[in-house]
């Protein structure tokens, strides 16, 4: 399986007592392929120094860095369909030019791809992830 994660759900899935924490696990496990692309790197980095626990954003970037289960996406065409937050456009591009069987995220302003005829790509909540993650 091959997932996009938005960093509002790595934020969460790396939280030791968090109820998301199986997200993480699965990942570490090499239960599915995180696709990423370098803007999502730079703010998965970002996000996670502003509101992570001091030291967990170098934790998590050098097990990115040594993982085989990071698939590293270039990006060749923007499609802009997220007009209410922009910058959240990288998300939905990686999963497309990635072929992502999920775009996981609780951001709503992701629900306005569920009316795309093309190009398509599921969005999964982090508690429908998790149902996901747990029936395999």
């Known amino acids: 399986m091959r997932i996009v994660l938005d960093s509002n759900i790595l934020l969460v899935a790396i939280g030791k007592r968090s109820r998301y924490k199986p997200i993480w696990t699965a990942f570490i496990s090499g239960r599915y392929d995180l696709i990423v692309s370098d803007e999502i790197i730079y703010e998965y980095e970002e996000i996670l120094q502003q509101r992570a626990s001091p030291g967990a954003a170098e934790i998590v970037m050098d097990i990115f860095i040594e993982s085989s289960k990071v698939v590293y996406q270039q990006i060749y065409y923007s499609w802009n369909a997220i007009k209410h937050d922009p910058d959240d456009n990288k998300f939905f591009d990686c999963a497309v030019a990635g072929n992502a069987d999920y775009l996981v995220t609780n951001d709503t302003h992701f629900n306005v791809l569920k009316q795309l ?18 029936k395999e």
Not at 122 to 134: Q, R
């Open 117 to 134: 005829d093309f190009p398509t790509i599921k969005i999964a909540t982090a508690d429908e992830f998790l149902d996901i993650i747990n």
